[in-house]
């Protein structure tokens, strides 16, 4: 997640080890040309997890096979050529687990969509095998937590392959104001795929880079606010963030519980359909998932409807269009095609409240991460290597060079002199977030117009990657949701200069049915994703 310009932008991109540390990317390798950057044809390119079910089913694959053609596909684009450096970790045991799962099938049959389907989770969500969990920082190098988080969880019950984890802006993009997303201490900056010298977004930037770049089936990654939608969008890609309570938080290294979510990120809306299935489930140690009882869905792909879009009423929130002349220009032409799709388009449908809760937002999480990433750590044991955000600052200073060569920890030592969640000011931050972007923010909205749901841009093509300067958002959708833990889907809507951008659909809390059908309804009729051609810039003419 990102905080930088929390004033200012709407996006907010705001994790067996490989044989060595990923080095830190140098300057020059993000825009320098070379004859290994174009790789080679890919068998899977592009390819769903219903074909890759298809083809295990008929014997064309296994999932010892696509595991293995996933890991081939990682050191030729990952580590080599193009280099974008989306995986901070492999999983040493995924060819054992995709043999057991291949045994499982001739023996029983497919659990079901996900059995034997190679998938990438984020660095911040614990599992308990042999890879690290360590939010991209070098102070929790070692850490491996005594049972997998719920998602992980759920992902194996479902027969997936947990390929490895991915690269993320470190601690999930709170540790400073002057960040650049994409870039941690252990893992080195991701680079995106569309073009290697701009910004992956952040901060489940390497799950972004690795979808896109077709590294995997799909993945897993978390929002706090823009974490999932930012990286989706800017990588051309279907991402979710799910009504929060819907998909468990236990086991994930937290920022702050009244807005963090893990999410699917994929190619299709079908494909992050069947992931947000296995995801979603009521879990004891998260006590927000309650909430989701009676509401959640036991199959989320049954919303997926061609004709979806035919009577809905969507609000075009026209507070966040402005920031790029040729993304409004084409939110044009797509609101135009969503009208003949048989939608009525309410426009404008703008939430009263937008700008208004950013300074009890930061509030909020800056309380929230003291007292949640204490809570994670403590659970950790007596061998947690940092067990406190207090020692993490330490440690971030006694290991400057490393940890702190490009921006600082502002944001962690804001929130270590924070209180505790019985202080004043903090519960008035609250009342006040879920107010004004509840009440009198996207339910006064669609309430008002009568409405389905919101559209909006998710946000603008990706800027260059800066480490001097950090991040410079340009604009977009993201924090009205975010901070009322309503859901928010984006898909594919089209590119400036070749970068991608995203269409946000988004609504009341627990309607992402609706939304899946609104967004697959989309998708059927534009498709738009274009697969990346690992440019070492983009093309201005």
């Given at each position: 997640m990102k905080r930088r310009n929390f004033l200012q932008a709407s996006v907010l991109g705001c994790a067996v080890v490989i044989s060595k540390p990923v080095k830190v990317v140098a300057i020059e390798d993000l825009s320098g040309k070379s004859e290994r950057e174009l790789p080679s044809a890919f068998e899977l390119d592009e390819v769903t997890i219903n074909e890759l079910q298809e083809g295990m089913r008929t014997g064309k694959f296994s999932g010892r096979s696509l595991t293995k053609k996933y890991l081939e596909r990682i050191e030729d684009v990952d580590k080599n050529g193009p280099a974008i450096n989306s995986i901070i970790e492999l999983n040493p045991d995924a060819l054992a687990i995709a043999?057991?799962?291949?045994?499982?099938?001739?023996?029983?049959?497919a659990r079901g969509p996900l059995h034997g389907i190679p998938i990438l989770i984020k660095d911040n969500i614990d599992t308990a095998d042999r890879m690290m969990t360590t939010a991209?920082?070098?102070?929790?190098?070692?850490?491996?937590?005594?049972?997998?988080?719920f998602v992980a969880k759920k992902l194996r019950e479902a027969g997936a392959v947990i390929l490895g984890k991915t690269n993320l802006s470190e601690w999930a993009n709170i540790r400073s104001n002057h960040s650049t997303s994409g870039w941690s201490g252990r893992g080195g900056q991701t680079k995106n795929p569309y073009a290697l010298d701009r910004n992956p977004c952040g901060s489940s930037s390497g799950s972004g880079a690795a979808v896109a770049a077709n590294l995997c089936a799909a993945a897993i990654g978390t929002e706090t606010d823009g974490s999932v939608v930012c990286p989706s969008s800017a990588n051309s890609l279907v991402?979710?963030?799910?009504?929060?309570?819907?998909?468990?938080?236990s086991g994930i290294i937290p920022i702050a519980h009244s807005q963090d979510t893990a999410g699917p990120m994929a190619r299709t809306v079908t494909d992050a359909a069947i992931l947000l299935t296995a995801l979603a489930g009521v879990d004891p140690s998260d006590s927000a998932t309650g909430a989701s009882q009676g509401k959640s869905q036991s199959d989320y792909t049954r919303s997926l409807d061609r004709d979806g879009l035919r009577g809905a009423?969507?609000?075009v929130v026209r507070k966040y269009f402005g920031f790029n002349d040729q993304v409004d220009k084409q939110m044009e032409t797509l609101i135009r095609e969503i009208k003949k799709l048989g939608a009525v388009v309410i426009d404008p449908a703008e939430i009263p409240t937008a700008g208004k809760f950013d300074d009890s937002e930061l509030e909020v999480l800056l309380y929230e991460l003291k007292a949640d990433l204490n809570a994670y750590l403590a659970k950790l044991g007596p061998k947690a290597p940092v067990r406190s955000?207090?020692?993490?600052?330490?440690?971030?200073?006694?290991?400057?060079?490393?940890?702190?060569?490009y921006f600082g920890q502002d944001l962690f030592i804001k929130a270590e002199a924070k209180g505790p969640l019985t202080d004043k000011k903090y519960l008035q931050a609250l009342g006040k977030n879920h107010l004004l972007s509840r009440r009198q923010g996207i339910d006064l909205a669609m309430r008002k117009k009568q409405l389905d749901a919101l559209i909006a841009p998710t946000g603008g093509p990706a800027w260059p990657t800066d480490w001097i300067n950090g991040d410079h958002f340009t604009g977009g959708y993201s924090s009205a949701s975010a901070v009322a833990g309503y859901p928010h889907i984006t898909v594919p809507a089209g590119y400036v200069f070749g970068l991608p951008f995203g269409i946000s659909f988004f609504g009341a809390p627990f309607s992402e049915p609706k939304l899946i059908k609104y967004a697959y309804a989309f998708e059927q009729a534009t498709r738009v994703r274009q697969t990346p051609k690992f440019l070492p810039a983009a093309v201005l003419k």
């Open positions: 043999d057991s799962l291949d045994r499982e099938r001739k023996a029983k049959g991209g920082s070098l102070a929790l190098l070692g850490s491996i937590p005594f049972q997998d988080a991402g979710i963030k799910p009504t929060v309570g819907l998909v468990s938080r009423r969507l609000g955000l207090k020692e993490i600052i330490e440690f971030n200073e006694k290991n400057r060079d490393k940890e702190m060569p």
